[in-house]
């Protein structure tokens, strides 16, 4: 599978991003999609996750005001971002991957696209 990244930018706080993934390869082997960050100097973390039947999950720092979905049809996840901060300046991943009992296992990871939000 692999994972092509697009949609970052340049924003002034308060505006907003989307940001889009397109899967191409074996899909069917995708149990989730989904997008992590990484800023300067801190650890990749989970963003917002979606499953094949369509279960939601975000980080804390961002319910309520990013909404992530997928087109199918597509095979594309979408991650919309609206009232950004400052520190949601990162390196944004595409990840796709499989879901074991409860766990999310990455499999594949698409190339980072650069999100920065000025104050």
């Known amino acids: 599978v692999q994972l092509q990244a697009s949609g970052g930018g340049l924003v002034q706080a308060g505006g907003s991003l989307r940001l889009s993934c397109v899967a191409s390869?074996?899909?069917?082997?995708?149990?989730?999609m989904g997008w992590h960050r990484q800023a300067p100097g801190k650890q990749r973390e989970l963003v917002a996750a979606i499953t094949s039947g369509d279960t939601t999950n975000y980080a804390d720092s961002v319910k309520g005001r990013f909404t992530i979905s997928r087109d199918n049809a597509k095979n594309t996840v979408y991650l919309q971002m609206n009232s950004l901060k400052p520190e949601d300046t990162a390196v944004y991943y595409c990840?796709?991957?499989?879901?074991?009992?409860?766990?999310?296992?990455?499999?594949?990871w698409g190339k980072g696209t650069q999100v920065t939000v000025s104050s």
């Open positions: 990840s796709a991957g499989r879901i074991i009992v409860t766990t999310r296992i990455t499999d594949y």
């Open positions: 390869g074996r899909a069917v082997s995708i149990g989730f």
